[in-house]
């Protein structure tokens, strides 16, 4: 027989072990959420867009973008064919320009996230975010960009950031400075 002390430090020391064990197994607790690259790309984008064509009647106005394609809004695309008519597309509310700006915001973050791997800061997000919402998922899923930082090379993909400034083979002195903008961002 065992006397009643053994048994309580016998008991003390199998539920000081399975507390232990039970540390052991329990997984670490998640990260503090990282700060959302939407809430640091959004403000960046919508600077670099701006909300065009508003007017006397307080109405948002498809205007033709740099590339002479039907837009509107914060750069929302309407239509590739640069030959549809003065017209062809409605005058849009603010709110609506607004929902479509942040709907055409979140694609981008599903497109990056689809396409990036690998740890990335808030930063980096936003920069492809950015990039991203201005030139397409495609044009991001075929760049050297992306290969380079799928490879983990960051200096690498921040060197091809400028080479996205053309616009229909003509070189956009704003296209280059936004890149700069995003590539600065990308390295911060």
Request: aromatic share 6%.
């Amino acid at each position: 027989m065992i006397d009643a002390a053994t048994r309580e430090r016998a008991l003390a020391w199998v539920k000081a072990q399975g507390a232990r064990a039970a540390e052991a197994v329990r997984p670490p607790p998640p990260p503090p959420d990282p700060v959302d690259p939407l809430i640091i790309a959004g403000p960046i984008i919508r600077a670099e867009e701006r909300m065009h064509r508003i007017g006397d009647d307080g109405l948002v106005h498809p205007y033709r973008d740099q590339g002479g394609l039907w837009t509107i809004g914060i750069g929302h695309l309407l239509s590739r064919d640069p030959d549809l008519p003065v017209g062809t597309f409605a005058p849009i509310s603010l709110a609506a320009a607004e929902l479509i700006f942040r709907r055409d915001l979140e694609a981008a973050g599903r497109a990056v996230a689809h396409l990036v791997r690998g740890p990335l800061t808030a930063n980096q997000w936003a920069a492809l975010i950015s990039f991203t919402f201005n030139l397409g998922a495609g044009n991001l899923e075929i760049s050297t960009l992306r290969r380079r930082v799928n490879r983990g090379d960051i200096e690498g993909a921040a060197e091809q950031f400028p080479r996205w400034r053309f616009v229909r083979g003509v070189e956009s002195s704003g296209l280059l400075a936004r890149r700069m903008r995003e590539r600065d961002l990308f390295l911060s």
